[in-house]
C-alpha cells in the first residue's frame, strides 16, 4: 500500500523481522513449559467442569493432585488417558472420583503413550467440534443479520451482578453499541482458579465465568435477533486463567477477548514466565475459535508520557503481533492496542495523535485494531470530556481504527449512566456518520508535522527494538523498557505453577488448532 505519511516500508519490514526474532527467542522458551492454567485448561477441553463440596474448580483438583505429587511435568492428559484405560471412566467421572478420595490417577498401571492418546482422540474431537458449532453459529448470524460498520462501537457494562450486566447490555445494544464488554471484578486476574456458576457479587466489575459467559451472549443474540444485527461480546482472557477464561469462551462464543501477558507482567504483576507460557495456548484456543484479540498497549501511556513513549507502542504491537502469528492467530483476530492519551494542552497534540493512529493503521492494514479513548487527562469538567472523546472519536474515523472504545463524560464511573452511554454512541455516531470517508478526502502535507511525527515514531521503535533483540524480551522487562515498569523475571505472582514437560507430555490440540478452523 502507498502510504499517506510517506512511511518507509523498509524501515518498517525491518522493525517487523526485529520483533520477530525477538518473538522466535520467547517462544524457544514457551515451548519447553508447562503450568497449572495450561494443564487445568486441558481438563475443561475434555470435558471437566464443576465444583467439588467446597466450591473448588474440579479442573484445580485434579492438576493439584498431580503437582502436590510431583507430577505435574507429565501432563494432566496422560493421567487422564491413563486413568480412562485402567479404570473405564469420562474424564469427569474420574476428576469426581478424585476429588472424593476414591481414586488415584497416579499410582494406577501405566498403559503405553500410544494407548493413551488413542483413548483421549474421540474426547478431544468432540472438544474441538464443540467450538467448530460455536464458530458455525457466529458465521452465520454474520450471514444473516450482519453487523454495525467500522469502527465497532465498543462500550462497557460492570455492575457486579451478571443479571443486571444483561440489562445494561441490552439497553446498550439499542443504543447502537456494536460490541459489550463485560468487565472482570476487581482482582479476578489474580485468582488462580475460575470462579463456577453465575454470580451477583463483584466491585468494579462481574466475574468471568462460564455461566456469566452463556448468560450474556444468550442475551445479546435474543437482542441481535431482535435490532437484525450481531452483538459481539468481550471479555478478558488475561491474568493467571488466561487460557481457561479462552476456552470458556469458546465455547459459549464470546467474539473478542483481551488477551496480552505483557500487561498481566506490568499492570499485574504477574510473573513473565508463567503468563507468556499461558498466553500462547489462550492465543492458540482464540486463533481457533475465531475470536479477536485485544493487547495492551494503551495502557503504557497511562504510566508514562504519551509523546515521549508513544514508540514504545509500537514496538510492543510489533512484538505482539509476531507472538499472536507464531500461535496460528491470523492478523484478522488482532485488535492491537494504542491510545488518545496526550495531554490535551501539548500544542498540535490533535495532529500528532492522527499521525500515529494513521501510522498504526498503515503498519497493521489487516488488523482491527483497538483504540482507546482519553482517560489519564479527564477531569471532572463532563463538557470539556466530552470534546476530547469528541476529538478522538473524529481520528477514529479518520484513521479507520477496527474497534472504537468509546469514552463517557462521567469516565471514573465503572458502570456509567446510560443516559452517559447513550450520549457517547450518539457522539460517534454522528462524528462517524458526518466523517466517513475523510480519510480518502485529506492528504498529509509532506515535510509537514505529522509525516515528521510518524517518521520520528518508527525510527524510535526501531533502535527500541534492537535493544529488545540484543538483551532478550525477560530482560527489558526487567529494565523498565514498556511503561516505565520493573519486573523481576523470577518475581511477581503464579511462578510456582510453572513446570518444565517431561517425557510422556501429551498436549494434542496445539497441532490440531494451529491454523484456524
Request: net charge negative; hydrophobic share 40%; glycine share 10%.
Amino acid at each position: 500500500m502507498q502510504s499517506k505519511l510517506g512511511l518507509d516500508f523498509k524501515k518498517v519490514e525491518h522493525a517487523r523481522k526485529l520483533a520477530g526474532k525477538i518473538a522466535v527467542d520467547v517462544q524457544g522458551f514457551v515451548e519447553r513449559y508447562s503450568t497449572v492454567a495450561v494443564e487445568r485448561t486441558l481438563c475443561r477441553l475434555v470435558g471437566i467442569d464443576g465444583v467439588d463440596e467446597n466450591m473448588v474448580p474440579l479442573p484445580n483438583v485434579l492438576v493439584d493432585f498431580i503437582k502436590e505429587r510431583g507430577l505435574l511435568s507429565e501432563g494432566i492428559l496422560f493421567f487422564i488417558g491413563n486413568a480412562m484405560i485402567s479404570e473405564g471412566l469420562t474424564p469427569q467421572e474420574i476428576a469426581e472420583k478424585v476429588s472424593e478420595g476414591k481414586l488415584d490417577i497416579t499410582k494406577l498401571a501405566l498403559s503405553s503413550k500410544e494407548k493413551i492418546e488413542a483413548v483421549l482422540k474421540p474426547v478431544i474431537e468432540q472438544s474441538i467440534s464443540r467450538i467448530n458449532d460455536r464458530r458455525d453459529r457466529r458465521e452465520h448470524y454474520l450471514k444473516t443479520m450482519g453487523e454495525g460498520p467500522r469502527p465497532y462501537l465498543y462500550v462497557i457494562v460492570a455492575t457486579g451482578n451478571i443479571f443486571e450486566d444483561v440489562v445494561q447490555a441490552e439497553a446498550a445494544a439499542r443504543q447502537g453499541a456494536d460490541i459489550i464488554a463485560v468487565i472482570r471484578t476487581t482482582g479476578q486476574s489474580l485468582l488462580d482458579y475460575v470462579p463456577y456458576g453465575a454470580t451477583t457479587e463483584g466491585f468494579g466489575g462481574t466475574f468471568a465465568t462460564q455461566e456469566n459467559f452463556r448468560i450474556m451472549r444468550s442475551a445479546l443474540d435474543k437482542t441481535g435477533e431482535e435490532l437484525g444485527r450481531y452483538i459481539r461480546l468481550c471479555n478478558y482472557c488475561s491474568g493467571l486463567c488466561m487460557p481457561e477464561i479462552a476456552v470458556m469462551g469458546a465455547f459459549e462464543g464470546l467474539d473478542v477477548m483481551l488477551n496480552d501477558a505483557l500487561y498481566g507482567i506490568l499492570f499485574r504483576d504477574i510473573n513473565m514466565q508463567r503468563t507468556l507460557v499461558d498466553q500462547f495456548f489462550s492465543r492458540v484456543i482464540n486463533g481457533f475459535a475465531g475470536v479477536i484479540i485485544n493487547t495492551g498497549e494503551d495502557n503504557y501511556l497511562t504510566t508514562a508520557d504519551a509523546f515521549e513513549e508513544a514508540h514504545t507502542v509500537l514496538a510492543s504491537d510489533l512484538i505482539n503481533e509476531q507472538l499472536a502469528l507464531i500461535a496460528g492467530l491470523p492478523q484478522k483476530q488482532m485488535g492491537l492496542g494504542h491510545a488518545f492519551e496526550m495531554d490535551p494542552d501539548l500544542e498540535n497534540g490533535f495532529i500528532y495523535e492522527l499521525a500515529q493512529a494513521q501510522m498504526t493503521r498503515e503498519i497493521f492494514p489487516d488488523a482491527p485494531l483497538k483504540y482507546m479513548p482519553p482517560t489519564k487527562f479527564m477531569t471532572g469538567n463532563i463538557f470539556r470530556g466530552h470534546i476530547q472523546d469528541a476529538l478522538f472519536n473524529m481520528i477514529g474515523i479518520w484513521t479507520g481504527q477496527g474497534i472504537q472504545l468509546l469514552g463517557m463524560p462521567t469516565e471514573a464511573i465503572h458502570t456509567p449512566f446510560m443516559s452517559d452511554r447513550y450520549l457517547s454512541i450518539e457522539n460517534a455516531k454522528y462524528i462517524f456518520n458526518n466523517m466517513r470517508q475523510i480519510g480518502e478526502e485529506m492528504e498529509f502535507k509532506e515535510g509537514g508535522i505529522a509525516r515528521k511525527r510518524a517518521e520520528e515514531v518508527v525510527n524510535m521503535s526501531i533502535e527500541l527494538l534492537e535493544r529488545i533483540n540484543q538483551e532478550g524480551l525477560f530482560s527489558a522487562l526487567e529494565k523498565g523498557i514498556f511503561g516505565n515498569v520493573k519486573r523481576p523475571r523470577t518475581g511477581g505472582k503464579g511462578l510456582e505453577g510453572v513446570v518444565e514437560k517431561g517425557s510422556n507430555y501429551l498436549n494434542p490440540y496445539v497441532k490440531l488448532m494451529m491454523g484456524g478452523k
